[in-house]
């Protein structure tokens, strides 16, 4: 399947901004695309009755390939909490072989990419026993690393980096997303990761990008040589 998974260094650190970015990149090339956000924690409810999430939302008319949303969100939860408390809260529980089935049935076959934003950061679990990282590691999709770059993204992001490679999972690269206006030595903290990441950096997000502006900071020739893509 091709497919890439959107982590993070933590919650809120750009994984959905960087992904409309990479999407409207995608499309601009010419690839047709297709997201989801397979689980979703803080959801409002949409005139239809509905729980819905602003990723989601976003996700859904980021891609090229419209889907009906629950396909674009199968779980979607209602508190902004980890997902698992958050199910708990709806009566429900989580399990990696259901995360796992609903991903294989949201792919869309006609997509040349299907991005998938993950939930919180790389080792959110899913109940006491499972992680959604190891859902992602079973189903072998790629993963990219979003890297909010602000204090204590250095850790977060080497954790993160040796963690993904141990779980024998393809890195396909990182993104650093200069999320925090007042971050001290910004240039060096991306130097710095540069040295500690051996996959590629894929692009430096700039402090205020809104979605609808360029996409010159992204460079996906890896990504496109990994999928053999041909626009
Ligand atoms: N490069 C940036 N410049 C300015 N603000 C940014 C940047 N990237 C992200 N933000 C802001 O930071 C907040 C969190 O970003 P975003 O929602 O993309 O994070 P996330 O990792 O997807 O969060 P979640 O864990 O909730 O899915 C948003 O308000 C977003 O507009
Ligand atoms: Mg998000």
């Known amino acids: 399947m091709n497919a890439i998974f ?11 901004t960087v992904s409309i970015v990479l999407l409207k990149k995608l499309n601009q090339l010419g690839y047709r695309t297709f997201a989801l956000k397979p689980i979703a924690s803080g959801c409002s409810l949409d005139r239809n009755g509905c729980w819905v999430n602003d990723d989601a939302i976003a996700l ?39 995360v796992s089935n609903i991903i294989n049935a949201a792919i869309q076959s006609e997509a040349d990419i299907n991005l998938i934003e993950g939930v919180g950061g790389w080792s959110v679990p899913l109940n006491h026993r499972e ?19 602000k ?14 490679v141990r779980m024998k999972v ?36 700039p402090f205020g990008l809104t979605h609808i502006q360029e996409t010159s900071v992204l460079n996906l020739d890896f990504i496109s040589d990994y999928f053999q893509l041909f626009p």
């Open 131 to 149: 992680l959604f990282s190891e859902v992602i590691a079973g189903l072998k999709i790629p993963v990219i690393l979003v890297v909010g770059i």
């Open 6 to 16: 959107i982590t993070g260094t933590d919650t809120g650190i750009g994984k959905t």
């Open 151 to 164: 204090l204590g993204c250095l850790n977060h992001a080497i954790l993160t980096y040796h963690h993904i």
């Open 60 to 98: 859904q008319a980021a891609a090229s390939l419209w889907r009906p949303y629950e396909i674009v969100n199968p779980i979607a939860l209602k508190e902004p909490v980890a997902p698992h408390l958050a199910a708990k809260l709806m009566g429900e529980t989580l399990s990696a072989i259901e």
């Open 170 to 205: 393809p890195f396909l690269g990182w993104i650093a997303n200069c999320m925090d206006s007042n971050v001290l030595m910004r240039e060096e903290n991306i130097e710095t990761l540069k040295h500690w990441i051996t996959a590629p950096c894929l692009g430096v997000i």
